[in-house]
């Protein structure tokens, strides 16, 4: 059974562009959540998403977007990028109430 | 507003040690609490999580947490420090049902 995976593993951007990141879920889990782990920091919740609609979000703004797929699967969209949004995006998958079980990351970094 | 706190940036443990790392955290409602570990560059992996019961919680490669109401702490412990267990731990309260906030993490460094 895989584990939660995302895509891709490094990306590398200017400022002012645009990226997109994907996260496959848990196999079974339904619920998908995005985090931004700054260096040196904990994880920060970005948005949460739960039959295809963003069900709860984190102080971020609204150049951050996401989406989720009939297949539970989701993007997370960052528009008009900026140096500090250069940090590891983590993906997390659960069902229901339980337990977050996270992917091993994106790492972006903006020049 | 919910808040973890992790006192402890930094701590180095001879291999064979004991290791206790501190967490408090602030929240009105009751806790679900969670210990993760993150290797260098990789994701979060849940080492234990408290929802409710008894208050020492067993978790994965030989940790316990212990959940304290009247000081809002959930202490992560190992009785004997490896190697391989060098990395950073974060503490984590769920929040609203949802989200997840994190402690800043403590680093775990191991002296052979």
């Known amino acids: 059974d895989a584990g939660v995976t995302q895509s891709p593993t490094h990306l590398i951007k200017t400022r002012g562009q645009q990226v997109t990141l994907r996260c496959s879920p848990k196999?079974?889990?339904?619920?998908v959540s995005w985090y931004q782990q700054a260096l040196g920091q904990g994880p920060q919740f970005i948005f949460q998403?739960?039959?295809?609609?963003?069900?709860q979000r984190g102080n971020f703004p609204d150049r951050f977007s996401g989406h989720q797929f009939p297949n539970y699967s989701s993007e997370l969209n960052v528009n008009a990028l900026l140096l500090g949004d250069s940090a590891l995006y983590l993906c997390?998958?659960?069902?229901?109430?339980?337990?977050?079980?996270f992917g091993p990351g994106t790492r972006l970094t903006v020049l | 507003a919910q808040s973890v706190t992790q006192p402890d940036i930094h701590i180095t443990v001879s291999e064979g040690a004991s290791l206790e790392l501190r967490c408090n955290y602030s929240?009105?409602?009751?806790?679900?609490l969670f210990w993760y570990v993150q290797s260098p560059g990789q994701g979060l992996q849940l080492l234990l999580k408290?929802?409710?019961?008894?208050?020492l919680v067993q978790g994965i490669k030989g940790f316990e947490a212990e959940f304290k109401r009247s000081q809002s702490s959930f202490n992560l412990r190992k009785p004997s420090v490896h190697w391989s267990d060098a990395a950073e731990y974060f503490c984590?309260?769920?929040?609203?049902?949802?989200?997840?906030?994190f402690g800043g993490g403590t680093r775990l460094m191991v002296k052979p």
């Open positions: 196999s079974g889990h339904d619920t």
């Open positions: 984590a309260v769920l929040y609203a049902g949802n989200m997840l906030t």
């Open positions: 998403y739960y039959e295809e609609e963003e069900r």
């Open positions: 929240y009105g409602a009751t806790p679900y």
């Open positions: 408290y929802f409710s019961g008894d208050t």
């Open positions: 997390a998958s659960r069902i229901s109430m339980d337990t977050q079980y």
